[in-house]
């Protein structure tokens, strides 16, 4: 049973393009959480998917910043016109249930760096 | 809010010694606590949960600790090994919501 995958492991954008992160939970968990982690600190909550629905995206900007989880496929974090802010890594977790009292999987993120 | 917070920053110890880490947590509301160990280049990895009607709970080599009263977690390793040189991790939950909160993180320095 394969683990949360992430990809690209590593991306590079100049400023002002746009970054697609992927995120495939882990088979059976339908609910997707993304979070932004900079150097030498803590994960922030971004957003909570399920399947075709955005929970909660309060942790999210709201410029620039979109999350999908559709029905087929991977959830993607998409940042457009990226700016040197927004190199960072950022994680995936995927969980069979809402309920925050549950164990989340995590990716091994993607580190993003914005040139 | 988000306050989940961490009294040490870094920890260094002896390879073999028992390491403590601490966390401090402000939500009343949170009964669920666990422990992530983030190693480099790597995405969190869970070590030990508790809920908040236990006050202790142990694992292979790790017991976590819960004070309420306080609001304190910790998470003991004992005879720590090098493979236990990583980023520790607390975060909280409620039951029912689906927001975990991740703490600042500790740095666990083993030394040989």
């Known amino acids: 049973n394969a683990g949360v995958m992430q990809n690209p492991r590593h991306l590079v954008r100049r400023r002002g393009q746009e970054a697609r992160l992927r995120c495939s939970p882990m088979k059976g968990h339908s609910h997707v959480y993304w979070y932004r982690q900079l150097p030498e600190e803590g994960l922030k909550f971004m957003v909570y998917?399920?399947?075709?629905?955005?929970?909660?995206e309060s942790g999210m900007p709201k410029e620039r910043f979109s999350a999908e989880f559709p029905k087929e496929g991977p959830s993607i974090l998409r940042i457009q016109q990226v700016v040197r802010g927004d190199s960072a890594a950022y994680f995936c977790a995927s969980s069979p249930t809402r309920d925050s009292t549950y164990e989340q999987y995590f990716g091994p993120g993607t580190r993003l760096t914005v040139t | 809010g988000e306050s989940v917070g961490l009294h040490l920053p870094t920890l260094s110890v002896q390879e073999g010694d028992n390491s403590i880490i601490n966390c401090a947590y402000s939500?009343?509301?949170?009964?669920?606590f666990i422990w992530y160990k983030q190693e480099s280049g790597k995405g969190p990895q869970f070590i030990i949960d508790?809920?908040?009607?236990?006050d202790k709970r142990q694992g292979q080599r790790v017991t976590v600790l819960l004070n309420k009263t306080v609001k304190h977690l910790s998470l003991q390793i004992a005879a720590t090994q090098p493979g236990d040189s990583a980023v520790y991790f607390c975060a909280e939950g409620v039951t029912g919501g689906f927001k975990t909160i991740f703490g600042a993180g500790t740095r666990l320095f083993v030394k040989a």
């Open positions: 939500n009343s509301a949170s009964d669920y």
């Open positions: 998917l399920q399947k075709e629905n955005i929970i909660d």
């Open positions: 508790i809920r908040s009607n236990m």
